[in-house]
């Protein structure tokens, strides 16, 4: 969600229980990124292997993943493609990711707090 929607929800005086950006940040427990030439590195047995097979991942080094490890154990995934090498920013991939990810607990969120307003819990 973004700021200006939660500052207009505010003034507004919405009070009820519903999901917050405080509440989406709290879920995480932990955040891990890599790009996908990292990651398919990291499956390699040998990555020496990778190399002499003459498989140049240059594509894979533009596309960015973010993986949030949600505080129940659960997990979600975010990712950024820069189509342009020229462009590419690996810090700003990251937040892309990032934010990719987190649009994924709104609705895992909205669930849990409407069964819980169901079972008279909220």
Known sequence: MNDQIETEIQKKGLTAPRVTPARIEEVIASEHYFTAAEGVMGAMQDVGAYAEAGITPRSLGLL???????????????????????NFDAELGRKIARQNAMQKIWPLEGYLLRQKLNDGEG
């Not at 154990?73 to 090498?85: I, K, L, N, R, Y």
Request: glycine share 8%; with cysteine; net charge negative.
């Open 64 to 86: 960015t993943f973010c993986v949030l490890a949600l505080d129940n154990g659960f997990t979600v995934t975010g990712e950024s493609a820069c189509a342009s090498p020229e």
